[in-house]
């Protein structure tokens, strides 16, 4: 197969500075294979706006279809993110469906399949991204496309029982199946995706792993997410004057960079630096929290809620507690360079991740990249991030625990050198272990090369298959 490789999300870079692990993520993998990304583009469309419009290409290419405010409301907004997106992150209690939200979202899938079939030649393959997209791969067999289309989901994957809350269930197996590899974060993920199609009766599992659901096969593997570690340590190491970042070297700095997302547990994570400065008080050494966390999804109401009880809880510790020379909890709700962002990185004593539910989280492997290793800061990780499953040398918190947090500060801030190089130097193997280049080609070649869908087979052999793998 010599074909390119033809990446889709619904967010795309347009040279701004990205947040979001999947643009980052994917930004960097494509930069070093070349290829074409299409996404959506950052202005509203008008309905005469019906193709792809050709945006800031560097490495590779990249196309834009318009979406209009009818359906940024309905898709992005409303299934993609007040639908799935809470569901996946264990808050179905978020979950707001409405009328309109899952045909609009259908309807999206099945014109951005259509702008991108005429794209897609022979020997290409098609690689998917994350929850907005679920139904491209059967919208494209709808219209005949048979190249090899995989899927990588950026996020948790669902329990079982929380599928019920879709408006029609049984569709998101029928999804994944038009897919040929299925690629999610964690082994848990992969546990749970797994089950769904066990529980699911058009499901059979066959002798090599793979799933077949009705005509079609679709294997499903966990491919952890990486980062480029080498050039954002690169960029965390470079000298300059600490006043330049905003820093007093006289204090204990701990670091939060994040989304403005409920998953992140923003709220807990400065309970937890509340609680850790009462027990602080009168000690001397002061120490400060510096949270950056930009706006996102602003239109949906709990992204709304969320905002305003973190300014709540922010201005009354810093109430509590600041003096006139000092502000505790230093708070930026806007996106940093990632230059910037990695120079402070490495300046911080502690970094705090307090997802309440997380694919991945990238934070966390950038914060252990950006570190120096032999003087190296101290990563606070919540179990609940799928970076934990391998992380593990990490300091492990239930970010439920407002009291575990706050004690685990404690711990990093006054953790001996000897302790902080052991940790890191672990934490590090895994960052490199995982780095985004080996991600993306593992994931392309075991596209390339896992079980040929069975009609695909059926087409070439003219035979059928049994459930063995087998040609009869
Ligand atoms: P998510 O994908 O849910 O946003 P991740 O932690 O996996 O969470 O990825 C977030 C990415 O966005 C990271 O690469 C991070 O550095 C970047 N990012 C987050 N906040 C900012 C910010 N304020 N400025 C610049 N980059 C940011
Ligand atoms: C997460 C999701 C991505 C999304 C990103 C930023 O990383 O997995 O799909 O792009 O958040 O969210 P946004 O809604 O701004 O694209």
């Given at each position: 197969m010599?074909?390119?490789?033809?990446?889709?999300?619904?967010?795309?870079?347009?040279?701004?500075?990205?947040?979001?692990?999947?643009?980052v993520a994917v930004h960097d993998a494509l930069t070093r294979s070349g290829g074409l990304w299409v996404g959506?583009?950052?202005?509203?469309?008008?309905?005469?706006?019906?193709?792809?419009?050709e945006i800031a290409s560097g490495d590779y290419t990249r196309l834009a279809f318009h979406l209009t405010p009818e359906e940024y409301d309905s898709y992005y907004l409303g299934f993609?993110?007040?639908?799935?997106?809470?569901?996946?992150?264990?808050?179905?209690?978020?979950?707001?469906?409405?009328?309109?939200?899952?045909?609009?979202?259908?309807?999206?899938?099945?014109?951005?399949?259509?702008?991108?079939?005429?794209?897609?030649?022979?020997?290409?393959?098609?690689?998917?991204?994350?929850?907005?997209?679920l139904p491209l791969a059967s919208e494209l067999r709808k219209l005949g496309i048979t190249a090899r289309i995989g899927f990588f989901l950026h996020i948790p994957f669902p329990p079982l029982g929380a599928l019920s809350t879709l408006p029609s269930p049984d569709d998101f197996a029928e999804w994944l199946s038009a897919y040929d590899l299925v690629g999610l974060q964690t082994r848990?993920?992969?546990?749970?995706?797994?089950?769904?199609?066990?529980?699911?009766?058009?499901?059979?599992?066959m002798t090599d792993g793979s799933v077949k659901f009705r005509d079609r096969s679709v294997s499903?593997?966990?491919?952890?997410?990486?980062?480029?570690?080498?050039?954002?340590?690169?960029?965390?190491a470079v000298e300059g004057p600490d006043a330049e970042l905003g820093i007093d070297m006289h204090e204990d700095l701990v670091i939060g960079v994040d989304r403005l997302d409920y998953s992140k547990g923003l709220p807990n994570r400065f309970r937890a630096f509340g609680k850790f400065l009462d027990s602080r008080a009168g000690t001397g050494r002061r120490a400060s929290l510096l949270q950056i966390a930009p706006p996102t999804r602003e239109r949906v109401a709990a992204y709304r809620a969320i905002r305003t009880e973190l300014e709540e809880?922010?201005?009354?510790?810093?109430?509590?507690?600041?003096?006139?020379?000092?502000?505790?909890?230093?708070?930026?709700?806007?996106?940093?360079?990632?230059d910037t962002l990695a120079r402070l990185h490495r300046r911080a004593r502690a970094c705090l991740v307090t997802s309440l539910a997380d694919g991945m989280n990238l934070v966390a492997k950038e914060y252990v990249a950006a570190q120096d290793p032999e003087d190296p800061g101290v990563l606070i990780l919540s179990r609940f991030a799928g970076a934990a499953e391998d992380m593990t040398e990490a300091l492990l918190v239930n970010p439920y625990d407002i009291d575990e947090t706050s004690e685990a500060i404690e711990t990093a801030i006054t953790m001996p050198l000897e302790e902080r190089r052991r940790r890191h130097a672990h934490s590090l193997g895994v960052v490199h272990a995982t780095n985004v280049t080996d991600w993306a080609q593992s994931f392309v070649s075991c596209l390339k090369t896992c079980t040929p869908t069975l009609d695909y087979r059926r087409a070439q052999t003219g035979r059928t298959l049994q459930h063995d793998g087998?040609?009869?």
């Amino acid at each position: 197969m010599t074909g390119k490789l033809v990446v889709v999300s619904n967010r795309i870079p347009t040279g701004a500075t990205p947040s979001g692990g999947l643009v980052v993520a994917v930004h960097d993998a494509l930069t070093r294979s070349g290829g074409l990304w299409v996404g959506a583009h950052p202005d509203e469309g008008t309905p005469d706006q019906d193709g792809l419009t050709e945006i800031a290409s560097g490495d590779y290419t990249r196309l834009a279809f318009h979406l209009t405010p009818e359906e940024y409301d309905s898709y992005y907004l409303g299934f993609a993110n007040s639908v799935l997106w809470p569901l996946c992150h264990g808050r179905v209690d978020l979950v707001d469906i409405e009328r309109g939200f899952e045909e609009t979202y259908l309807a999206v899938n099945a014109r951005v399949a259509r702008l991108l079939a005429d794209q897609i030649g022979e020997g290409d393959i098609v690689w998917v991204h994350d929850y907005h997209f679920l139904p491209l791969a059967s919208e494209l067999r709808k219209l005949g496309i048979t190249a090899r289309i995989g899927f990588f989901l950026h996020i948790p994957f669902p329990p079982l029982g929380a599928l019920s809350t879709l408006p029609s269930p049984d569709d998101f197996a029928e999804w994944l199946s038009a897919y040929d590899l299925v690629g999610l974060q964690t082994r848990r993920d992969t546990a749970s995706c797994l089950e769904m199609f066990r529980a699911d009766p058009r499901a059979e599992f066959m002798t090599d792993g793979s799933v077949k659901f009705r005509d079609r096969s679709v294997s499903v593997r966990s491919f952890p997410i990486g980062i480029d570690a080498e050039s954002f340590a690169e960029a965390a190491a470079v000298e300059g004057p600490d006043a330049e970042l905003g820093i007093d070297m006289h204090e204990d700095l701990v670091i939060g960079v994040d989304r403005l997302d409920y998953s992140k547990g923003l709220p807990n994570r400065f309970r937890a630096f509340g609680k850790f400065l009462d027990s602080r008080a009168g000690t001397g050494r002061r120490a400060s929290l510096l949270q950056i966390a930009p706006p996102t999804r602003e239109r949906v109401a709990a992204y709304r809620a969320i905002r305003t009880e973190l300014e709540e809880i922010a201005g009354r510790l810093n109430g509590e507690h600041a003096e006139l020379d000092w502000t505790p909890i230093r708070y930026i709700h806007r996106g940093v360079e990632r230059d910037t962002l990695a120079r402070l990185h490495r300046r911080a004593r502690a970094c705090l991740v307090t997802s309440l539910a997380d694919g991945m989280n990238l934070v966390a492997k950038e914060y252990v990249a950006a570190q120096d290793p032999e003087d190296p800061g101290v990563l606070i990780l919540s179990r609940f991030a799928g970076a934990a499953e391998d992380m593990t040398e990490a300091l492990l918190v239930n970010p439920y625990d407002i009291d575990e947090t706050s004690e685990a500060i404690e711990t990093a801030i006054t953790m001996p050198l000897e302790e902080r190089r052991r940790r890191h130097a672990h934490s590090l193997g895994v960052v490199h272990a995982t780095n985004v280049t080996d991600w993306a080609q593992s994931f392309v070649s075991c596209l390339k090369t896992c079980t040929p869908t069975l009609d695909y087979r059926r087409a070439q052999t003219g035979r059928t298959l049994q459930h063995d793998g087998e040609t009869a």
